[in-house]
């Protein structure tokens, strides 16, 4: 089973700030690799698949970049609406397919 | 819309069973896989389960292989969750998932549905 590894578990913004969340699989995964945001009584939603492609409808200030064993959610400017739970979940040596444990953007 | 519904939920006593539903729309179900994804209050989220788009793979997590089963029905747009000998760790925020729409993310997810509770008490 591949083990993805999420960090921080906790991240403390300022609105306006940049926001780096990391993801780290136990294997490498090429870029076989999601990343999804979920705010407090929601789904999650997908932002990102295949390392750095974004979703239909997601902003741009959204990026994401890595491949192999190394992975990083970029959003380049917070904005109110994107404090929550960010997973990343991996899809490359399945089943089972598996998700880190989250990181969560808070309002520094 | 696109939009998958889940239903079934419930309170059940620890070693019962029960069935989970979950209806989607707007979308060609038939041609896409569908996932099972619970989320334990508080926790994180964990895969559970999934359907081919022809029904003919079925992959299971580990710690529900021999006792959750996976179906659809094309002709309804529903796939089902059939649990049995529930624990007490597997009360949860079970959630349906499409697999993603992307050619090069089939086993991303796209679309959730908002969840159906199961709680597993004594």
Request: aromatic residues 12%; charged residues 15%.
């Amino acid at each position: 089973e591949i083990v993805m590894t999420q960090s921080p578990a906790t991240l403390s913004v300022s609105p306006g700030e940049r926001a780096t969340l990391s993801c780290r699989a136990s294997q490498s995964i090429s870029n076989n690799l999601a990343w999804y945001q979920q705010k407090p009584g929601q789904a999650p939603r997908l932002l990102i698949y295949s390392a750095s492609s974004r979703a239909t409808g997601i902003p741009d200030r959204f990026s994401g970049s890595g491949s192999g064993t190394e992975f990083t959610l970029t959003i380049s400017s917070l904005q109110s609406e994107d404090f929550a739970v960010y997973y990343c979940q991996q899809y490359n040596n399945w089943p089972p397919l598996t998700f880190g444990g989250g990181t969560k953007v808070e309002i520094k | 819309q696109v939009q998958m519904v889940e239903s079934g939920g419930g309170v059940v006593q620890p070693g019962e069973s029960l069935r989970l539903s979950c209806a989607a729309s707007g979308f060609n179900f038939s041609t896409y896989g569908m996932h099972w994804v619970r989320q334990a209050p508080g926790k994180g989220l964990e895969w559970v389960a999934y359907i081919r788009y022809d029904g003919n793979r079925k992959e299971y997590a580990d710690s529900v292989k021999g006792r959750f089963t996976i179906s659809r029905d094309d002709s309804k747009s529903t796939v089902h969750l059939q649990m049995t000998s529930l624990t007490t760790d597997e009360t949860a925020l079970y959630y349906c998932a499409k697999g993603s729409k992307y050619s090069s993310a089939w086993y991303a997810f796209d679309i959730w549905g908002q969840g159906t509770m199961v709680t597993v008490s004594s």
